[in-house]
């Protein structure tokens, strides 16, 4: 006879206890950690061996007829891009990203576009009917043929989807689903799980895109949890500053794709725009050049994309001095502050530092070193970096400069942008000779001392401790 147990699972990675505890260790988390309520029957006693027999599978060759499979294009280049060229039918899909950035928006406005050639289902179990008209108007979409409803029952919708014959399912959102054969509350790592693969079941067997929206938790981890990004196909995450107009849908993990693939969008008052040519949007409005701005040659998957990087450097009144950083990892601007003290005699201990990446952009490469250092010098020896420059390369401990990978394309962007000038690792990119790039002045820079001395003699003077300061 089936008993009904109690565990005790984290909500934040799904890590599993017996008892209660304060702290997840699994996650580091601070409670975490709830009581969930499961069935466990007498079934899984003897294990699958010692029971009956089961069917034999079938072995096939890895060669057959569903080689690639035919995508559904939304209509949306830089949605489309981001899942690898088209949602798969019968694959499943998360959405990830903060409340209010937009998640809600882009899947509706997604659907809307594909209802035109395909039979699009949106079930809301976060907003009515009213709210979701409304949106639709604004828009433009109300004449679209997408069949909404609102609904948590996971039961319910089964029913109906299992009885329909849709392309594409969105579920806004998974932690808003109930399945009334757990006892857990709506939102816990069970019901989540026990929901989505439901879900995941049904579309791979009735061969429709399920697209299931996921919260995230403050830590930047969909909440209830870890586990929902290893059941789906494609994960992808809506990033972006709040402030800003900019969202970016990145994609984490793609089973028909290349992952660190981003599509860039506007948010206007008609809904997210699509940005064809997000490097000129994310350089902020550059006339003459000023000192503590660099321009750092990035790739964001497989596509090159210039950002600007900001640093500003102040005397600091505090005896431990401010560091903030936006945009960027701030261990990593420490330790570049770290090389520039010990390796190249430019100790930046009494100086606030702040870094911002321009646009609302999140940079995440290593390769953005040299561009960080280069913005931090200037800022130092309020000194530009030459117009019309990039920068690219990586930096060691000891202060080298490392090659990066695809420096061509990163470098061709820079050209089609109308730079004139790079400043690039030694022996650019990986292992390759010298790349040349016709209207491309290449400086290559082997250490980040050469860097400083680019800024002139001087640069060291300014970092002197002022007069009666110590
Ligand atoms: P929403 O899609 O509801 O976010 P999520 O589903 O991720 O929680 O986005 C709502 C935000 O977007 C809200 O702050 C208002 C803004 N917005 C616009 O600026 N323009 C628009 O046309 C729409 C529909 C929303
Ligand atoms: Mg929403």
Redesign the pocket.
């Known amino acids: 006879m089936a008993k009904t147990q109690s565990r005790f699972i984290c909500q934040s990675c799904g890590a599993e206890y017996r008892k209660w505890t304060g702290r997840c260790d699994g996650c580091g988390e601070w409670n975490s950690i709830e009581e969930e309520r499961v069935e466990s029957g007498p079934k899984a006693a003897g294990g699958i061996a010692g029971g009956a027999k089961g069917k034999t599978i079938e072995f096939v060759a890895l060669e057959g007829e569903s080689a690639s499979p035919k995508r559904i294009i939304s209509g949306i280049a830089e949605l489309d891009r981001a899942c690898g060229g088209g949602l798969v039918p019968g694959s499943a899909l998360l959405v990830g990203?903060?409340?209010?950035?937009?998640?809600?928006?882009?899947l509706l406005q997604a659907v809307g576009a594909m209802a035109a050639k395909n039979k699009c289902a949106y079930i809301s179990g976060e907003e009515a009917v009213d709210q979701v008209r409304m949106?639709a108007a604004?828009?433009g979409l109300e004449k679209s043929k997408v069949d909404f409803a609102a609904a948590t029952s996971l039961r319910d919708i089964i029913t109906t989807l299992e009885a329909s014959n849709h392309d594409v399912v969105v579920i806004?959102s998974i932690q808003t689903m109930y399945a009334d054969t757990l006892d857990s509350a709506p939102g816990t790592v069970s019901q989540v799980r026990a929901c989505a693969l439901e879900l995941i079941r049904l579309a791979k067997r009735k061969g429709f895109a399920v697209l299931l929206?996921g919260h995230v938790t403050k830590e930047g981890q969909i909440a209830g949890p870890r586990v929902l990004e290893h059941m789906v196909d494609t994960v992808l995450y809506?990033e972006g500053e709040r402030g800003h107009q900019f969202r970016i849908l990145r994609a984490v993990k793609n089973r028909f794709g290349a992952t660190d693939e981003i599509g860039v969008f506007e948010?206007?008052?008609?809904?997210l725009v699509e940005v064809p040519n997000p490097s000129a949007l994310f350089l902020a409005d550059r006339e003459a050049p000023v000192s503590g701005t660099a321009v750092f040659a990035g790739l964001e998957g497989t596509r090159p994309m210039l950002v600007e990087i900001q640093a500003l450097v102040a005397q600091s009144a505090l005896a431990t001095p401010r560091r903030a950083v936006v945009g960027w990892d701030s261990a990593r601007m420490n330790m570049i502050l770290a090389v520039l003290d010990a390796r190249c005699g430019l100790p930046l201990s009494q100086f606030d530092v702040y870094l911002n990446v321009a646009g609302g952009m999140r940079v995440g490469e290593p390769a953005a070193d040299m561009a960080v250092a280069a913005a931090l010098i200037s800022a130092v020896a309020d000194a530009p970096v030459p117009a019309e420059t990039v920068i690219v390369g990586e930096i060691g401990l000891s202060g080298e400069v490392r090659p990066v990978g695809q420096l061509e394309s990163r470098l061709k962007e820079a050209t089609k942008l109308g730079f004139g000038n790079a400043y690039t690792p030694k022996n650019g990119t990986q292992g390759k000779k010298k790349l040349s790039i016709k209207g491309l002045n290449q400086t290559e820079i082997g250490h980040l001392q050469d860097l400083v001395n680019l800024f002139g003699d001087d640069v060291r003077d300014k970092v002197r401790p002022r007069e009666g300061m110590y």
């Open positions: 990203g903060d409340p209010g950035i937009g998640k809600s928006t882009i949106r604004r828009l806004d929206v809506f948010m206007g008052d008609a809904g």
